[in-house]
């Protein structure tokens, strides 16, 4: 990775760091999902124009994907979460379901600002690259989901609540992860509340009854694994 910044090869760096992130998350290497997580974020940003194609999600410069919370090897306690994750920057969570096996997930710009104490809830505004993604479902149409902006107010993007695992949006959460979610099925999500969920924009096939089976396959759900990256720029 040192020579090829000394002989500025930025596609040779984008390799090794596809290459360093796929030997990190288990989820995507044992689906061999690695290269469509990237073509779905790439392409994503392109047609939204939030940045260049060249210095986009997967090539702005990140150096790395440092894998801070792995459920299965931390333990799916949420304190294990945010003890690992909380105050460590930009993020990106990917989610396993158990029954339906699809794979989704989110990232936030800024993450968990500052570690949260026991007992705290609160909610982040983040940034307008914020989103969550959905990369196996039961329509095969990998799709991103952008946060939503109401009267040029972005809406809030992630929340931190101590008794919950990564959870993102508010009130009717668009997804969230809850404590020891591999032996309790009260995690869930509902799109459309602060990150989009546009029939429309997403394809045909999808509706409106959609919102709440999309990611996991059903409303409540259990959780194989769990996978927190920070990402270091």
Do not use: W
């Not at 689906?31 to 090539?59: D, H």
């Not at 007992?119 to 991103?144: A, C, H, M």
């Not at 992630?158 to 508010?170: C, K, R, W």
């Amino acid at each position: 990775l040192a020579e090829s910044n000394f002989y500025n090869l930025p596609q040779f760096r984008h390799e090794i760091h596809n290459y360093a992130f796929n030997y990190e998350s288990k989820i995507l290497r044992e689906a061999n999902q690695i290269g469509n997580f990237f073509n779905l974020i790439e392409q994503s940003f392109k047609a939204q124009q939030l940045m260049p194609m060249k210095s986009g999600f997967a090539t702005k410069n990140f150096s790395d994907f440092r894998l801070l919370y792995r459920a299965t090897r931390d333990t799916f306690a949420s304190s294990q979460y945010h003890l690992k994750c909380d105050g460590k920057g930009s993020l990106l969570v990917i989610v396993k379901a158990k029954e339906s096996k699809f794979i989704f997930g989110a990232y936030s710009e800024i993450g968990l600002v500052e570690p949260i104490k026991e007992g705290q809830s609160n909610y982040e505004n983040n940034r307008k690259d914020s989103f969550i993604f959905s990369l196996t479902n039961k329509k095969n149409e990998p799709t991103v989901h952008m946060i939503k902006s109401i009267k040029n107010k972005l809406q809030p993007s992630i929340h931190l609540n101590s008794q919950l695992g990564p959870t993102f949006g508010f009130n009717e959460f668009d997804l969230k992860i809850c404590n020891n979610a591999n032996i309790v099925a009260q995690s869930s999500s509902t799109l459309g509340n602060s990150y989009e969920f546009n029939p429309n924009k997403h394809g045909q096939q999808l509706i409106s009854t959609d919102r709440s089976t999309y990611l996991a396959g059903a409303r409540n759900f259990l959780v194989e694994e769990i996978e927190v990256f920070q990402i270091v720029k």
